[in-house]
């Protein structure tokens, strides 16, 4: 089973800051097979990037995704009221399918 | 428009088994197929199962092998998940989700049901 590890746990920022979010994996994620979804409180996860890099519809591009095997990155570049929330990477290249525990981006 | 709409909560006690469903429209499931993740309360997403386009099978997690039970009525556009022999920590938020963008990229979700395991 592929471990997905985030960092940090918990990221306090201000909004307008970048916001840097990292997704380790215990062995390499083929095919750049891993997502990265936003979740707020009693709502379901919505999909941000697939694939590493490509944002989903309607997504703004102040997300962005980067990496491959082992090391993924989302990255926010101008933090918006509506973006504090729990960010969870997610691999689909090997099963079980499995999510990293979450990075939660709280204001500062 | 597509939409998914999941079954309404469940209350069940240790031992007993439920039976979620998720009726899809503005998409067919016999082009995607849907998943199950489920959350327990201030925990994170965990993947129990679906039909993976890749591998041509379903596919469960195998902490679920045995107890978890996922199909599809594709006439109705209907999901289901059926876990048996409940225990307390399976109580959680039991979503519905289908890849459209790559087997595993979930860009549609239900919003969610509620089952609590409880004597």
């Known amino acids: 089973e592929i471990v997905l590890t985030q960092s940090p746990g918990t990221l306090s920022l201000s909004p307008g800051e970048r916001a840097t979010l990292s997704c380790r994996a215990s062995?390499?994620?083929?095919?750049?097979?891993l997502v990265w979804y936003q979740q707020k409180p009693g709502q379901a996860p919505r999909l941000l990037i697939y694939?590493?890099?490509n944002r989903a519809t309607g997504i703004p591009d102040r997300f962005s995704g980067s990496g491959s095997g082992t090391d993924f990155t989302l990255t926010i570049s101008r933090l918006e009221p509506e973006d504090f929330a729990v960010y969870y990477c997610?691999?689909?290249?090997?099963?079980?399918?499995?999510f990293g525990q979450g990075t939660k981006v709280e204001i500062k | 428009q597509v939409q998914v709409e999941q079954s309404g909560a469940e209350v069940k006690k240790p031992g007993a088994s439920v039976k979620v469903s998720c009726k899809v429209s503005?998409?067919?499931?016999?082009?995607?197929?849907t998943h199950w993740v489920r959350q327990a309360p201030g925990k994170g997403l965990e993947w129990m199962g679906g039909?993976?386009?890749?591998?041509?099978?379903?596919m469960y997690a195998q902490k679920f092998q045995g107890r978890l039970t996922v199909t599809e009525d594709t006439s109705t556009g209907t999901g289901y998940m059926e876990l048996r022999s409940l225990r307390s920590e399976d109580t959680a938020v039991y979503y519905c989700?289908?890849?459209?963008?790559?087997?595993?990229?979930?860009?549609?979700w239900g919003k969610g049901t509620v089952v609590t395991v409880s004597s």
């Open positions: 997610q691999q689909y290249s090997s099963s079980p399918w499995t």
């Open positions: 062995q390499s994620v083929t095919r750049s097979y």
């Open positions: 989700t289908t890849p459209r963008l790559g087997p595993g990229a979930f860009d549609i």
């Open positions: 039909f993976d386009a890749e591998e041509g099978e379903i």
């Open positions: 694939a590493a890099s």
């Open positions: 503005g998409y067919s499931l016999r082009a995607f197929s």
